[in-house]
T-cell receptor, first 111, second 116 residues
Framework: SQELEQSPQSLIVQEGKNLTINCTSS?????LYWYKQKYGEGLIFLMM?????EEKSHEKITAKLDEKKQQSSLHITASQPSHAGIYLC???????????FGGGTRVLVKP | DGGITQSPKYLFRKEGQNVTLSCEQN?????MYWYRQDPGQGLRLIYY???????QKGDIAEGYSVSREKKESFPLTVTSAQKNPTAFYLC???????????????FGSGTRLTVV
């Protein structure tokens, strides 16, 4: 089955600083999804990427999928305390109709 | 408002007991999923269902059972055969137009199960 590696596992950033989270697959990604989770809660959808080289932005969060469709990055610009949480990438296997998730990245923003 | 509801939010189980976690959605989604999340880890797939009266095992199905008698409901039973059931359980649903996952999942708010 597909494996997704996220890095780093955790990071602490000063408020106002930028941060980047990476998600790497052993196989070609047919769809890559980024979610955010507050502790003890469900996952909130952030963005979906499907095409090689695709880039999407929403407010201060930008996600990219590389041309080979095996690596994605999530970049937060000028981080705020509201950006704290766990970020998870998920990917679907071709025609599998189910998502495999990375281990998550725990983000803490220091005021 | 449409959404996916999990209940209860917290559940305590004694050793040797079976417990059932509820998951209901009113989004008219075709597919439903159960995941388990352990502290500091990602999500692992337990079971999923794409149509009523049909479901498939995920990566860690042992010790769990499900049913899909209605499109809206996908309850998960944690049986006494599951040796380490303490975890956070998440239910999700999705539409699969043309048989393909296109829009990702909508998640419930989770149930935290603790063995006492």
């Amino acid at each position: 089955s597909q494996e997704l590696e996220q890095s780093p596992q955790s990071l602490i950033v000063q408020e106002g600083k930028n941060l980047t989270i990476n998600c790497t697959s052993s196989k070609t990604l047919y769809g890559l999804y980024w979610y955010k989770q507050k502790y003890g809660e469900g996952l909130i959808f952030l963005m979906m990427l499907q095409k090689g080289g695709e880039e999407k932005s929403h407010e201060k969060i930008t996600a990219k999928l590389d041309e080979k469709k095996q690596q994605s990055s999530l970049h937060i610009t000028a981080s705020q305390p509201s950006h704290a949480g766990i970020y998870l990438c998920g990917a679907d296997e071709a025609a599998g109709n189910k998502l495999t998730f990375g281990g998550g990245t725990r983000v803490l923003v220091k005021p | 408002d449409g959404g996916i509801t999990q209940s209860p939010k917290y559940l305590f189980r004694k050793e040797g007991q079976n417990v059932t976690l509820s998951c209901e959605q009113n989004l008219n989604h075709d597919a439903m999923y159960w995941y388990r999340q352990d502290p500091g880890q990602g999500l692992r797939l337990i079971y999923y269902s794409q149509i009523v009266n049909d479901f498939q095992k995920g990566d860690i199905a042992e010790g769990y059972s499900v049913s899909r008698e209605k499109k809206e409901s996908f309850p998960l039973t944690v049986t006494s055969a599951q040796k380490n059931p303490t975890a956070f359980y998440l239910c999700a649903s999705s539409i699969i137009p043309g048989g393909f996952l296109v829009y990702g999942y909508t998640f419930g708010s989770g149930t935290r199960l603790t063995v006492v």
